[in-house]
């Protein structure tokens, strides 16, 4: 196929489960476009996912806030207690003397998944609104980038295998934030399965194209 310019390629959309390229057509609100060959969704079209998108990441930001203000686990050994909590896991290892590795924690764990939250609900909200055209691309191309540094998941699950270690030289006690934990990586999760940034993407174009036909 030969294309004209680069905008031509806009109007393109590759299946991602057998790679046949067809042509984006519109489609109604509250409908998908399927793949002509292998029958897998190719795009939605639902203004609802904006409000969808909107609500998880308002819940998973609550999530992570408690995650980070209350303790994680209480270790009792011999008689001393010690409470940790996210933020002292990477402040722990810039005490020691391991500032690479602190700052990359505190990148993996902390920073990057705070700012993933505060995009979604910026963006959401600017998508819900129909404001910042411009804005909103960056933000996606912003959020694209960050999204696969954003670790909390394999946190969680580091500090689970820590605990199963631990069991038998000292008394465990999970605190507030280990749930909160639980449940924000479950959004986390489900956000990023639910609803893909090339979804967005799409959903952006068409919530712009329909404000700029009105
Ligand atoms: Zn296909």
Redesign the pocket.
């Known amino acids: 196929m030969k294309l004209e310019n680069e905008d031509a390629l806009d109007n393109l959309i590759i299946?991602?489960?057998?790679?046949?390229l067809h042509e984006e057509v519109p489609i109604r609100d509250g409908t998908k476009a399927?793949?002509?060959?292998?029958?897998?969704v190719?795009y939605r079209y639902d203004t609802k996912l904006v409000d969808y998108g909107l609500a998880l990441s308002i819940a998973g930001l609550i999530f992570f806030i408690l995650a980070n203000i209350f303790p994680l686990v209480k270790i009792e050994l011999l008689g001393h207690e010690q409470f940790i909590t996210i933020p002292k896991t990477f402040m722990a290892l810039f005490e020691n003397g391991f500032y690479v590795v602190g700052i990359l924690c505190a990148f993996l764990i902390f920073i990057f998944p705070l700012m993933i939250f505060g995009i979604n609900i910026v963006l959401f909200s600017l998508l819900k609104l129909e404001k910042e055209k411009a804005f909103t691309k960056d933000l996606l191309v912003l959020l694209a980038h960050i999204k696969p540094w954003s670790m909390s998941d394999i946190f969680l699950i580091s500090i689970l295998v820590a605990l199963v270690k631990l069991i038998g030289y000292a008394q465990i006690h999970m605190g507030i934030s280990f749930w909160t934990l639980i449940l924000f990586v479950g959004i986390d999760l489900y956000l990023t399965k639910s609803i893909h940034i090339s979804e967005i993407w799409m959903l952006r174009k068409r919530l712009f194209l329909a404000k700029e036909s009105r």
């Open positions: 299946c991602h489960e057998c790679y046949t399927l793949c002509t060959k292998c029958g897998s190719l």
